[in-house]
């Protein structure tokens, strides 16, 4: 058996991966699929922690973020295709239409 | 095996909101009038309003609780969704943005407000926060022809995911802690264990969440982008409603689940609040831009706000409690001139504004004078409470930061004043006055003076 603390190094792991690659990276699309990533790693460590603690809480609250995170990708991208229509970058460096 | 339908009574409001907002979706297909629309969407939160007090309990296993707390926060929603709505009406047309789904995701985002306000569990929590959140996504890019209103989303969407996924991460650390996700029983669980380094980086990580949720500093960001280049309808919207849901949550999280570790969030949430109030009102007076000044200007309320959560004592909750009320009139009113004047948002447009039309500069007088904090207004009252509860509590020398930080931001709002009263008028400055404009500038303008005159109308 797996012990839970690989489980929660690899959830770290992904976790941080997921935050460095949100804060380098400025296409809109690998910034997406890095919150994806962190969701991702959050899903990983509630598992473990759900089946180690004989709790199904847990595993309860994996459904939600795997529903809202479809629901939240959807209205990501109809947002970054509005702005497509609009302006053809996916490049957060380009869109500084207001500064101060 | 027959499954309990549970005791329905505490989330009568919410069902009542959610259900209105799905049936004003689909008779957007059928009604070409979107007043009409609007109006129903008003009706309902009349409706909610009413059910509210009977609503009384806690349902769902105690996941959700309907308390006198939570009414409170309700009842600031949907003050906030009614003059949102009369700001709106014919300001969305100009827009050329008058979709009927504006009016629908404007009650599906206060439903997820009244529903973090009531979550007695990190889950309805998340799930709270995120329909909030979805919604004002959609509502901050819905002019989608303008490109301004995109980049206002995108960024949006962008810093709210990564936000979510930090509060995700914390709540599986205090969940792999404590075996449970009900905000009572994790408090109870830290107050019988004890902390550890743990705890304290999933405190760390929830802090850092609802600090994006309440524009404070150093996660305010997006703040200026977003309200710059949301409709202005939704600026004031969302100045007011998330900011009020975040704190609400913050008192349930805080005070409950984390109470064993009070010293320590108390001690981040000090260096938060200074930070905020300082970047707020410095950042502030370089604006040009009236709504970029009063985005940052909500960044720093939202620093005086966190003062009533430091102080800790339940005086300082309530006077925080009647500071976000006042402040929802003032700023919703504020913004409802900026629609009024469509000359533009800025400053410079301001010029000359008492010698075309004198009672609209006036009722921007009081509004920035209450901003500010000056006698006899509502603004004064909310700050006057909210020091006096922190400097009872023992945090003097916070106030006195708090304090310098307000005669700061004199500067800024008074130079809307200033630009108003003493510069010549330069060409006509046309405004679009429409009864549910004026309507919402009556009331909030009313509110913020009867508050200031007669304060006992809120403390009690």
Same mark, same amino acid.
């Given at each position: 058996? !797996?012990?839970?603390e690989?489980?929660? *190094? ?7 991966? *997921?935050?460095? *690659? ?19 790693? !959050?899903n ?23 529903? =809202? ?6 209205? *990501?991208?109809?947002?970054? =295709? ?6 053809? !970058? ?11 | ?10 989330v ?6 959610t ?23 008003i ?10 007090? %009977?609503?009384?309990?806690?349902? +769902? ?6 308390? $006198? ?28 943005s008058n ?13 997820g407000?009244m ?24 509502? /901050? ?44 029983k ?34 305010? %960001? ?21 900011k ?14 984390? /109470? ?22 410095? %950042?502030?007076?370089a604006?040009?831009?009236i ?25 300082a909750?309530? /006077? ?14 504020a ?15 301001? $010029? ?14 009081? +509004? ?18 909210? +020091? ?38 330069? $060409? ?33």
């Amino acid at each position: 058996m !797996v012990p839970l603390e690989w489980y929660i *190094g690899l959830s770290a792991v992904m976790f941080m991966i *997921g935050v460095t *690659g949100f804060l380098i990276r400025r296409n809109i699309i690998i910034m997406l699929l890095s919150i994806e990533l962190m969701l991702n790693s !959050v899903n990983i460590s509630l598992v473990a922690f759900s089946h180690y603690l004989q709790d199904l809480t847990g595993q309860m609250l994996v459904l939600f973020i795997i529903t =809202v995170a479809a629901g939240e990708a959807a209205i *990501g991208l109809a947002i970054l =295709v509005a702005l497509f229509r609009n302006k053809a !970058v996916a490049h957060t460096d380009e869109i500084a239409e207001m500064k101060g | 095996m027959i499954v309990p339908i549970p005791d329905l009574t505490p989330v009568t409001p919410e069902i009542i909101m959610t259900v209105s907002a799905m049936v004003l979706l689909m008779l957007e297909l059928i009604v070409k009038n979107k007043s009409i629309i609007a109006f129903l969407g008003i009706a309902t939160a009349g409706a909610v309003f009413y059910v509210i007090p %009977m609503s009384y309990g806690e349902t +769902f296993g105690g996941m959700f609780i309907s308390d $006198e707390f939570s009414a409170y926060f309700k009842f600031i929603f949907l003050i906030n969704l009614v003059l949102t709505i009369l700001i709106s009406l014919k300001y969305i047309q100009r827009q050329k943005s008058n979709y009927g789904e504006y009016y629908s995701i404007l009650l599906f985002a206060t439903a997820g407000m009244m529903i973090m306000a009531s979550a007695g569990d990190l889950i309805v929590l998340y799930l709270g926060l995120e329909l909030m959140a979805l919604s004002t996504y959609i509502l /901050a890019g819905i002019k989608r022809h303008d490109i301004k209103s995109n980049e206002a989303a995108i960024k949006y969407f962008l810093l709210g995911a990564f936000s979510s996924a930090l509060l995700l991460y914390g709540i599986s650390l205090i969940y792999g802690l404590t075996t449970t996700t009900n905000i009572y029983k994790i408090g109870e669980y830290l107050g019988e264990a004890g902390a550890s380094p743990a705890v304290l980086l999933s405190m760390a990580l929830i802090i850092a969440a609802f600090s994006f949720k309440i524009a404070a500093a150093p996660f305010h %960001m997006w703040a200026p982008d977003v309200y710059q280049g949301a409709p202005t309808s939704i600026t004031a919207f969302m100045s007011v409603g998330p900011k009020a849901a975040g704190f609400a949550v913050i008192v349930r999280v805080f005070y409950v689940a984390f /109470a064993e570790v009070q010293a320590d969030w108390t001690a981040i949430l000090i260096g938060i609040a200074i930070l905020t109030m300082a970047v707020g009102n410095i %950042m502030a007076i370089a604006q040009t831009n009236i709504k970029r000044m009063l985005a940052y200007s909500s960044i720093a309320h939202a620093g005086y706000m966190l003062l009533g959560i430091i102080a800790g004592t339940q005086a300082a909750v309530e /006077a925080m409690m009647v500071y976000i009320l006042i402040y929802a009139f003032m700023n919703i009113g504020a913004f409802a001139i900026i629609i009024l004047l469509e000359r533009g948002d800025e400053l410079k447009d301001y $010029e000359g504004l008492a010698k075309a039309h004198p009672l609209i500069a006036a009722i921007m007088l009081v +509004f920035m004078f209450s901003l500010i904090g000056i006698p006899p207004t509502a603004g004064f009252i909310g700050k006057f409470y909210l +020091f006096k509860a922190a400097v009872d509590a023992g945090y003097t020398w916070l106030v006195v930061i708090a304090v310098i930080f307000s005669a700061i931001s004199a500067y800024y709002y008074l130079r809307v004043v200033m630009n108003m009263y003493m510069k010549e008028l330069k $060409e006509e400055a046309p405004i679009y006055l429409t009864p549910s404009l004026g309507l919402a500038i009556l009331i909030t303008v009313l509110m913020v003076i009867i508050i200031g005159v007669m304060p006992s109308t809120v403390s009690g």
